[in-house]
């Protein structure tokens, strides 16, 4: 079985001669971390790849409606699909919705939904923020995940995604989460707990008063 990784430009004919599978990842493929990974929009020669990660759902940033060859993919290997529309022009510049980002953190957090695949239409600026996001869920320092951000951006990198990501609140995440609440304990699923309980409030007791 032989891997090809994708470029942004190339279209690779799968066909190989001596009759082994060609696995294709889409473009800017990579792992997050175990269970969550980004790309950019699959096309059909990355099915196989896909068919490797065993995914339960995709996460997509974009307002266009999802191509229907990847729907039936979707379909056929009974992967959820959650939309969540993200504009992403730059003339003039559209801004980070803040509560559309919440809401596919929500989802991203949840480990029922993985193993699970981020992506936009190049893997670049949308998705970028929402992994940017999660990392200071993670309590990564600021510098490591705007660092983050720009590797996988390139050239095309942009100032108000950076200021998006510094500026994104996770506090407003937590306070969501009160019946789901995904707590970091290193990597790994084994050292991962999810927890599916309210946040128990605790009353303070009377005092007594004294005379």
């Known amino acids: 079985m032989c891997l090809i990784m994708d470029s942004e430009d190339d279209h690779h004919n799968n066909n190989n001669n001596d009759g082994t599978d060609v696995l294709s990842p889409p473009f800017n493929f990579s792992m997050v971390e175990d269970g969550i990974?980004?790309?950019g929009l699959p096309r059909p020669d990355n099915f196989t790849f896909l068919d490797t990660l065993n995914l339960r759902s995709i996460i997509y940033l974009c307002p266009e409606p999802y191509p229907e060859e990847n729907l039936k993919f979707l379909e056929a290997n009974n992967i959820k699909l959650f939309q969540f529309g993200i504009e992403g022009k730059t003339d003039p510049p559209t801004p980070m919705p803040k509560d559309t980002v919440l809401d596919a953190l929500k989802v991203l957090v949840d480990v029922r939904n993985h193993p699970i695949l981020i992506h936009c239409k190049r893997g670049k600026h949308r998705t970028g923020c929402l992994v940017g996001c999660l990392?200071?869920?993670q309590s990564w320092c600021l510098s490591s995940v705007l660092e983050e951000y720009q590797k996988n951006a390139?050239?095309?990198w942009r100032q108000r995604d950076l200021n998006f990501i510094e500026?994104?609140?996770i506090v407003s995440l937590r306070k969501?989460?009160?019946?789901?609440?995904?707590r970091y304990h290193g990597y790994g699923f084994k050292r991962r707990r999810l927890a599916y309980e309210e946040e128990k409030v605790q009353t303070p007791k009377p005092q007594a008063t004294k005379v």
């Open 154 to 156: 390139g050239l095309k």
């Open 167 to 169: 500026a994104f609140d």
């Open 135 to 137: 990392r200071k869920v």
């Open 37 to 39: 990974y980004r790309s």
């Open 176 to 182: 969501c989460l009160l019946s789901i609440m995904y």
